[in-house]
């Protein structure tokens, strides 16, 4: 079982930038394909980017693509979503997750979530 928090969002102008963190727990971390997702205010939860379990191939969403990076640091157990270039539709409850398998794409591959993180773009 993996247990992720998240921290790192805040309130930040148009074009800022801004590093997510998620610090997962577990021996075995690195066996887990990590993902951010995010979710606005009367909207769904949507993908934004993934890793898989090495961390050999990444996945970004298009909306995000040249503006978002996600690394991971299994020494550290912690994956980072570096953004920047932020927009204001870029505001949302961030969410880090993990999955055993499946699609890094899909909500419903991941197994564990976290509480999330508030991301607020002004304009």
């Known amino acids: 079982q993996v247990h992720v928090v998240e921290s790192g969002g805040g309130l930040v102008q148009a074009g800022g930038s801004l590093r997510l963190s998620c610090a997962a727990s577990g021996r075995t971390f690195s066996s887990y394909i990590m993902g951010w997702f995010r979710q606005a205010p009367g909207k769904e939860r949507e993908f934004v980017a993934a890793l898989s379990r090495i961390g050999g191939s990444t996945y970004v969403a298009t909306s995000v693509k040249g503006r978002f990076t996600i690394s991971r640091d299994n020494a550290k157990n912690t994956v980072y979503l570096q953004m920047n270039s932020l927009k204001p539709e870029d505001t949302a409850v961030y969410y880090c997750?993990?999955?055993?398998?499946?699609?890094?794409?899909?909500?419903?591959?991941?197994?564990?979530w976290g509480q999330g993180t508030q991301v607020t773009v002004s304009s």
């Open positions: 997750a993990a999955a055993n398998s499946g699609s890094p794409f899909l909500l419903s591959a991941y197994d564990y």
